[in-house]
Antibody
Framework: EVQLLESGGGFVQPGGSLRLSCKGS????????LAWVRQAPGKGLEWVAG????????YYADSVKGRFTISRDDSKNTLLLQAEHLRDDDTAVYFC???????????WGQGTLVTVSS | AIQLTQSPSSLSASVGDRVTITCRAS??????VAWYQQRPGKPPKLLIS???TLRSGVPSRFSGSGYGTDFTLMISSLQPEDFAIYFC?????????FGGGTKVQ
């Protein structure tokens, strides 16, 4: 069974930084593209960043480009998101998602909440 | 970036009803559309990829159609477990994007 478990969320002040992690199991981790998708409270889904299997290609939403960095450590079956210069509108539940393969996502974690507030 | 506009944003329906949700792209995206269902407090669930390919385990009352800029998700006979929010997603070009969602209540 595929499982994705996010961690690292929490409360941070504007301008601060946070590192999110997603531990995968139940599949051959390095073979699959992965992504971060977020959902602000009561709002829709926003694709944040994606990374190819093997980590060669990385893509970002315009709203986070230059502030967030997606990476993966296939030796630890872990997806990472380094989020810097955080703003109030980055407040959201951040989901980790696995490619189906490709860039539709067939497995999701339960999410980790990031709250940016002064 | 490609924008996806879903309509309606919400709808009221009853068990047994046929429900249709539309998703319009700001530019042509061929068949690069998927549909997700999200129940309260849960992560999204992939229902359909490539416009009309039903994922394993998804009931056949769900179907998708469309090409280019206009896409449709249909539920042929609404069941109690189908009351949820539905999102379309385009994977034609980077950055990927989701529609704003349609709440079926």
């Amino acid at each position: 069974e595929v499982q994705l478990l996010e961690s690292g969320g929490g409360f941070v002040q504007p301008g601060g930084s946070l590192r999110l992690s997603c531990k995968g199991s139940g599949f051959t981790f390095n073979n699959y593209a992965l992504a971060w998708v977020r959902q602000a409270p009561g709002k829709g889904l926003e694709w944040v960043a994606g990374i190819s299997g093997g980590g060669v290609a990385r893509y970002y939403a315009d709203s986070v480009k230059g502030r967030f960095t997606i990476s993966r450590d296939d030796s630890k079956n872990t997806l990472l998101l380094q989020a810097e210069h955080l703003r109030d509108d980055d407040t959201a539940v951040y989901f980790c998602a696995k490619g189906a393969p490709g860039t539709v996502y067939d497995s999701w974690g339960q999410g980790t909440l990031v709250t940016v507030s002064s | 970036a490609i924008q996806l506009t879903q309509s309606p944003s919400s709808l009221s329906a009853s068990v047994g009803d046929r429900v249709t949700i539309t998703c319009r792209a700001s530019q042509g995206i061929s068949t690069g559309v998927a549909w997700y269902q999200q129940r309260p407090g849960k992560p999204p669930k992939l229902l359909i990829s490539d416009v009309s390919t039903l994922r394993s385990g998804v009931p056949s009352r769900f179907s998708g159609s469309g090409y280019g800029t206009d896409f449709t998700l249909m539920i042929s006979s609404l069941q109690p477990e189908d009351f949820a929010i539905y999102f379309c997603q385009q994977f034609y070009d980077w950055p990927l994007s989701f529609g704003g969602g349609t709440k079926v209540q």
